[in-house]
């Protein structure tokens, strides 16, 4: 068999093994208890069992009927711009306060668009800062600082 | 009480000057989701979540409900406009919408559309008004065993009715329950997979996990070609039918709102596929069947009721059962858990202005829909020159500037991010995320009815099978699956259903 057909089914064969893995290794670590008196570690121990049944047999399934299909480009960048915009806005929004904070999250979201030059991308940032600002903080009154402690 | 004064009750709450006003924003809205390619209604109201928060319970409600049936609506305008659905129950109306559009009807296309999806969600909203009460009365008898059995139909007979591999719907269903115990166990207080981290104690975000399934890694797919849209602005003109034409789409308005109105209550993609089996009854009822697929104006006018009909008839599990059929509806529940509101058979006991309220207020939006739709047709042409690259940031602004706001809490917006890639990672390799939205809410009440059942027969678990309506359900639950791996079926299932809308 090919083993490039069955690169779909394997890979999430594998991405289900290793989450139920994860899931019921953690769980059995609770306490699990019985089907009368069940344990917090009962009910995802199951599950995980369960996910890693299923992800060994869509896994098996690959060397019977793969389901073939390219799987097709990954943007990287766009996924590593898109990521960075979101865990920036997590992690500063408490700190600049929410103008900055926005401002750099989206400048780094329109950076992921398909040949987007700085300029364009500098005033899409600038207009949704605008934009969501009004929106959220003067109509909808999110209690949210527009510059925050880190600023001061 | 009856029908009539329920119903009458359902205006008094329905016709109040905010509610009126958020149904319209609701229903604007979802057209324009629907209209614009790349973002779909599910995105959408898990964006708008986060606002609705403030809300009423039923002014929310009414307005995301409104998004979801406006992007029906929005979804047969670009299908007929460029032969782009920007809906997938719209996919249909493109084949003969689109033609009718060649050939200089694009207004009689439209109109029909209209005219047939206002008649058909007429029809529906009674349909969901007559039914609603006897179903939820059924359900009060039930107890924890058949409560879990009917969850697991419901998850299960959500997959057999979606594209893709059975096997992989239900590894996706199974991850979302795992998720779903994130956060503190409820009997015991024993924090689980919290990673020691307090912010994590209550649970993954509802919000943070559909914006970053539906939301983020659409983006990503959209990403990995550049979105290129021919933008073909047309003028659109005689925007209304003859007394020919109103006689050649009677009977397909009719037929496809019945057959809408039925299948939409099945779990899965039920409006998707009440509008193909409405189209290819008519063909088959037709005296020019080879007209169709050239601009027949009952191949717009079967599915187009087909789906509305459906859209509206969607509501029925999940108002009495407190079911959701598909992803839009599990945000719904979530919608109604966020507000304090327990998803049930009770609801409609508790709640009757909430609920009636809603049901009434499908009717108006679907009024609005019709006057957005037909007069400022123009508008909705012009938001397709809209590019995608000033759209995908601002879904991403809007996405966590709201789920930051649900709780001020940074875990909630990090989760976007995890769910996104996961969510993306998983699309790639054949698997559709819809399920695991589904497991991820429904997950907590299976795991509480799975206890409350096992406590009450002291242990043992042949109790679902011990009684008759649980053993019932179970059954259904077998059927359905082994229906959707029969090999036959699969083959039909593939060709009928293209792409969940994300």
């Known amino acids: 068999m090919d083993l490039k057909n069955a690169r779909k089914d394997l890979g999430a064969g594998a991405v289900f093994v290793a989450f139920g893995l994860a899931f019921a290794t953690t769980a059995s670590t609770y306490e699990v208890g019985s089907g009368l008196q069940m344990g917090p570690g009962y009910f995802p121990l199951a599950l995980g069992g369960i996910l890693v049944l299923l992800g060994v047999l869509i896994a098996a399934k690959a060397f019977v009927s793969p389901e073939t299909g390219e799987l097709g480009p990954v943007p990287w960048r766009a996924a590593a711009l898109l990521v960075a915009a979101i865990l920036f806005f997590g992690f500063a929004v408490r700190g600049l306060g929410i103008v900055p904070t926005l401002f750099v999250s989206v400048l780094l979201a329109a950076l ?29 009154q999110l209690p949210l600082r527009l510059l925050g402690p880190w600023l001061s | 009480m009856d029908v009539f004064d329920n119903l009458l009750l359902g205006f008094e709450t329905a016709l109040t000057p905010v509610n009126l006003l958020f149904c319209l924003i609701g229903v604007a809205l979802g057209t324009a989701v629907g209209v614009l390619p790349g973002i779909g209604p599910t ?170 399934l539906f939301g983020v890694a659409e983006i990503l797919r959209n990403l990995e070609h550049g979105v290129t849209r021919d933008v073909v602005v047309k003028k659109v003109e005689k925007l209304w039918l003859t007394r020919e034409d109103f006689r050649r789409i009677r009977m397909p308005v009719l037929r496809g709102t019945g057959l809408g109105a039925v299948l939409g209550v099945l779990p899965g993609a039920g409006h998707v596929l009440a509008s193909f089996v409405s189209y290819s009854v008519e063909k088959r009822a037709s005296k020019h069947p080879e007209q169709f697929g050239k601009g027949a104006i009952e191949g717009v006018a079967g599915p187009e009721s087909a789906n509305n009909a459906a859209a509206q008839t969607s509501f029925i599990p999940l108002l009495t059962l407190g079911l959701p059929a598909n992803s839009i509806m599990a945000l719904l529940i979530g919608a109604l858990i966020i507000q304090g509101i327990t998803p049930g058979p009770n609801v409609i006991n508790d709640e009757p202005a909430l609920f009636w309220g809603l049901i009434v207020s499908f009717w108006i939006g679907n009024l609005f829909l019709v006057v957005l739709n037909l007069p400022l047709i123009g508008l909705w042409v012009k938001m397709l020159t809209i590019p995608y690259r000033w759209l995908f940031p601002a879904i991403i602004a809007f996405a966590t500037i709201g789920t930051y706001s649900l709780g001020l809490n940074a875990y909630f917006v990090y989760s976007i991010a995890f769910f996104g890639i996961l969510g993306y990672v998983l699309i790639k390799l054949g698997c559709e995320p819809a399920p695991l939205l589904l497991g991820f809410v429904l997950g907590p009440l299976l795991e509480e009815y799975l206890r409350r059942s096992l406590t009450i027969s002291r242990g043992d678990p042949t109790v679902f099978l011990t009684r008759p309506l649980s053993a019932a359900l179970l059954a259904l639950a077998a059927l359905a699956l082994t229906v959707a791996v029969l090999p036959s079926v699969r083959r039909k299932r593939e060709v009928v259903f293209e792409e969940e809308d994300a």
Request: aromatic letters at 8%; glycine letters at 12%.
């Open chain 2, 43 to 212: 995105a959408t109201m898990a964006m708008l979540l986060p606002i609705t928060f403030g809300f009423d319970p039923v002014t929310s409600l009414i307005m995301l409900a409104g998004i979801f049936y406006g992007a029906q609506y929005g979804g047969s305008t670009t299908a007929i406009l460029i032969n782009l659905p920007g809906e997938s129950s719209a996919a249909v109306t493109a084949i003969d919408g689109h033609a009718m559009a060649k050939n200089g009807l694009a207004g009689k296309a439209l109109a029909t559309a209209a005219l047939g999806s206002f008649f058909a969600g007429t029809v529906g909203t009674l349909v969901v008004a007559l039914f609603a009460t006897p179903i939820s009365q059924v359900a009060l008898q039930f107890g924890p065993a058949e409560y879990f059995s009917l969850v697991v139909v419901g998850l299960v007979a959500s997959i057999a009715l979606a594209s893709g591999s059975t096997l992989k719907a239900l590894a996706m269903i199974v991850l979302g329950l795992l998720l779903g115990t994130v956060g503190q166990d409820l009997t015991s207080g024993v924090p689980r997979f919290t990673f020691g981290q307090r912010e994590l104690f209550g649970g993954l975000n509802f919000v943070s996990l559909a914006v970053g």
């Open chain 1, 112 to 140: 992921a668009g398909p040949k987007v030059r700085v300029v364009p991308a500098l005033v899409i940032a600038t207009s949704l800062t605008v934009l969501s600002v009004v929106i959220f903080i003067y109509l909808l």
